[in-house]
Each structure stands twice: as C-alpha cells, then as structure tokens.
C-alpha cells in the first residue's frame, strides 16, 4: 500500500512562486505515477497534474499549463509541484495521490478523475492573496 505526504504549501502574494513536494512514505515513489489535485471547500477535487513513472509524461490542466510544472526529487523520494505566477484563484488545499493498482506506474488516461487514484495524502494549504 503506497502513501503520500504532501508539504510545501503556504502563503503567498500574486505572482509569487511555491513549489510543492510529495513525498512517497513507505514506497518508492519513482516507481508510481503521481497526480496532483486541489480543492476549495464546497467545491469538487479538481486535477491539477500528473506524472508518469513508467513512461514519464506529464499531464497539465488548462487553468495552470504555463505556469506549474511537475517533476520528480528522487534524491528526496518525492513529487514536485513548481507553482510559478500564481493566482488568488489557485487557492486551495493540494493533493497527491496515486493511481490506483494494478496500473500505478502510469497517469490514468483521464488524469483529472480523482476516482483513478487512491493513498491521498493530508493535503497542503495553499493561499494565494496580497
């Protein structure tokens, strides 16, 4: 059973950059695929990326393509989120999680569907305000 951890939210002006980790607990998380997701209360979990393991492709939704890049710290067994111009509308509370076995090692083919993943971490709080 594979676990996450995300960490690397916080505070942050308009414009500014945050880079996010998930760091794979248990597991090595360069073997799985990893999606990102985020949430604002009242609202449903949307996807934000994805990354591949056993073919490496990265996958990016509309409101953040540009601007947030996915990657991998495997020194540090982790998942990185680099947020960069961010917006008071990327507020919210970020999300990693897995696909769901027996296909772990790749991003699901809809990777925004938060039904393909299971291992969510806690999330890290994430707000973007002046």
């Known amino acids: 059973q594979a676990h996450v951890v995300e960490s690397g939210g916080g505070l942050e002006q308009p414009g500014g950059s945050l880079r996010l980790s998930c760091t794979g607990s248990?597991?090595?998380?360069?073997?799985?695929?990893v999606g990102w997701f985020r949430q604002v209360p009242g609202k449903e979990r949307e996807g934000v990326s994805c990354?591949?393991?056993?073919?490496?492709?990265?996958y990016y939704s509309d409101s953040v393509k540009g601007r947030f890049t996915i990657g991998r710290d495997i020194a540090n067994n982790a998942v990185t989120l680099q947020m960069n111009s961010l917006k008071p509308e990327d507020t919210a509370l970020y999300y990693c999680a897995v696909p769901l076995n027996p296909n772990y090692g790749s991003c699901p083919k809809n990777f925004r569907n938060a039904g393909e993943y299971d291992a969510w971490g806690q999330g890290t709080q994430v707000t973007v305000s002046s």
């Open positions: 248990g597991v090595s998380l360069e073997r799985y695929a």
């Open positions: 990354i591949g393991a056993t073919d490496g492709n990265t």
